[in-house]
Each structure stands twice: as structure tokens, then as C-alpha cells.
């Protein structure tokens, strides 16, 4: 009689797999899905702190983690102009030493003879909003100082801020605050926003309705990370696709919707024959537990006129098929209201991301283009 040979049913081995990579994430302590997430995301891209033409040092600036990069000196320029990066990923994700930041800031540090701080705050479900603005505004203000400044060489008068996506949104956030602080000493000269996250109102603008689906940042995607920098549930979340968290039954959050008005912020190129969603009455369950979705510290787009006029020179790059399109562009429209000097690059062929893709087999026209208008403004401004 023949041997019985098992036999696996697809049901079942999907079932197995789902309880080997069960145990996996259990075992290595990464229940919380983004924690999975960013352990792929991280393991497959971390980059050693190496460069022959460029010094880079991982130090830690008042307990939080920072990558230094250091250009090349030059005998003519003895102080180094400077920028003080923050990472994108939705609050949770990537990392200052992931070879996609690595590479963007080695280069930039090279091609300004610039020293490049890549601040590497903690991430959710760490930590959750504001701690992640905490861990770059202390690391900013360290670096700022006289002393530590001597010690890298660089330029008081020249120092800025930048990042991308939520570290764009940091950013933007840091320079409002330092913009208020009357015990700094020394003002940031400019700040370099890349397809910043600026608010989370409005889930239709244009961008968010035309973009939903688009790979890499959906507009589903997007808002469970808003949820998840506020520790909020994410019962939430479809809800707040169709905005019943700033209905017109919440004062507060109508008063506030008013600075992003789309209508009269974006031109009639952007807005087509798209339509605003204002719910007459919502979920006030959404703003009662999650109040920080009001909060300006986390939305620099609904600042006060006041605040924004005292904000540096500011550059802001936006792509067409990016839900973030339009945080961008508004953003643009109110600093220049406040007269604040604005120079915004949009990409038409540009997506969410873009300016990281510049390596083979990863590599995109739009990619060199957004990087290489980044650079030659800070060049011309910083």
C-alpha cells in the first residue's frame, strides 16, 4: 500500500503562514502593526554612518538621536552654513539612517558644504503627539548653542530648517514656535517645507479627492496615521474620510476651517469642478477624544495671521499626484498674505515621496528635478 502524502489545502497554509508571521512580530515584540512596519521598513534600509568625502557622526543632542553630516571643508569658507533635517513617515515610520535620508543628506552636505543635522526623534506607538515635536525642538535648540555650534564650525547667521511629509509638518511646526520664542537668541534664516502634511480638517480638498488611491500615501492611509500620532481609535477613521470631525455643528472647528478655505486659498487650475464636504452635523465623539486635531501644533496650516508674519524665508515643494498637494500650496497662499517672502516648486509630474527615488533601480526623472530645485534654493537663500 502506498505511502499517504499530506496534503496542504491553500486555506490552510495561508492560515499557517498568518501564525508563523504571528509568532514572528510576537516574539519580536512588534504588536503594534506600524512597529512591523517600520522594523521592515528599517531592517531593509539601514545605512552605516560612512562617506569618503563627507564626516558623518550618530551623537545624541540633549537625549535625542541626531545623524551629523559634515561637508567638506573649504580654506575660503571657514564657517559652515547649516540645516537642521527631520525625516518624513507619518510620525511612525523610517529613521535619520535609513539609506534613503542617509544618501539625501550626505548629498546635501556636499553639495552646500554644509553641516546637515538629521534629527532621529522617537516614533509612534512610542511616543505619540506632541513628543515627537519635543525630541526636535530640544535637539534644535542643543544644537544652537554658541558652544555647539563652534564645534561644528558653523555659521550662526545661517542656519535652517527643513524636512519632508510629517517631517515637514515638524518643521513647519518648530519654526512657528521659534518664531514666538523671545529667549532664542539667534532666529532660523529659513525653513524648506517637502510636500508637507500641514493639516487635518479637511480630508477633500481637491488633492485628497483626486489623489485618494494613489500609491504610496492614500488618503485612508493618511488619516490613520493622524490617528495614530493621537493615539486616537481608529473607529474613526472612515468618519473622518468624509470629515464628520469638523461638521458645522462644531464651532470651534468651523472657525478654524475658515483659514483653509480652498476655495478662495487654491487657484481655479486646482480646484476644477471639485466640490467642498462640510457635513451639517457630525460625530462629536471624534473631537471629544481626539482634541488634537485642532490643535495648531499639529495642523501649522490654521496658524494665526499673527504668527505667520514673523516666519522666515520659506520654500515649499508640492507634487500633483500627492494628497498633501494642497496643505502646500494653502500654506504658500497664507504666507504670502502675511508677507512672508514664498518660493513654491510644483512638480506636475511629481508624487508623494518623489525626491527620495534618485538610485537605480528606484530612479525617477522628477526625483533628480525636485531634488535638484531643493538644493539650488538653499543654495541661493541659506
Known sequence: MGRMIPVSFPNQRRSNARKYLSDLIHYLGLSHPLLAMNFIFVSLGKKSAWSARVKVTDTDFDGVE??????????????????????????????????F???????????????????????????????QIHDVVRATKYFLQ????????????????????????LAAVLCQ?????????????VQALIYPVLQALDF??????????IPILSRHFMIKLWVAYFKGNEDFVQEMVVNNHTSLDEKEATALRARLTWTSLLPASITKNYKPVVQTTGNARILQEIPQLLDVRSSPLIADQEVLKHLPKTYILTCEHDVLRDDGIMYAKRLESADVEVTHDHFEDGFHGCLLFTKWPANFAVAIQTRNSYFKWLDRNL
Open 66 to 99: 541626531v545623524r551629523v553630516f559634515e561637508g567638506p571643508p573649504k580654506p575660503e569658507e571657514p564657517l559652515k552654513r547649516s540645516v537642521v533635517f527631520v525625516h518624513g513617515g507619518g510620525w511612525a515610520l523610517a529613521s535619520a539612517k535609513i539609506e
Open 204 to 213: 477633500n480638498t481637491p488633492s485628497y479627492q483626486q489623489n485618494a488611491n
Open 101 to 131: 535620508y542617509n544618501e539625501l543628506c550626505m548629498e546635501m552636505a556636499e553639495e552646500l558644504n554644509a553641516v546637515i543635522v538629521s534629527v532621529d526623534y522617537r516614533l509612534v506607538p512610542k511616543v505619540h503627539f506632541p513628543e
Open 177 to 189: 514656535q521659534f518664531s514666538q520664542d523671545v529667549n532664542l537668541k539667534k532666529k532660523l534664516k
Open 146 to 169: 554658541p558652544e555647539v555650534l563652534q564645534k561644528y564650525s558653523v555659521d550662526p547667521d545661517r542656519i535652517g530648517i527643513s524636512g519632508d511629509s510629517a517631517g515637514g509638518n
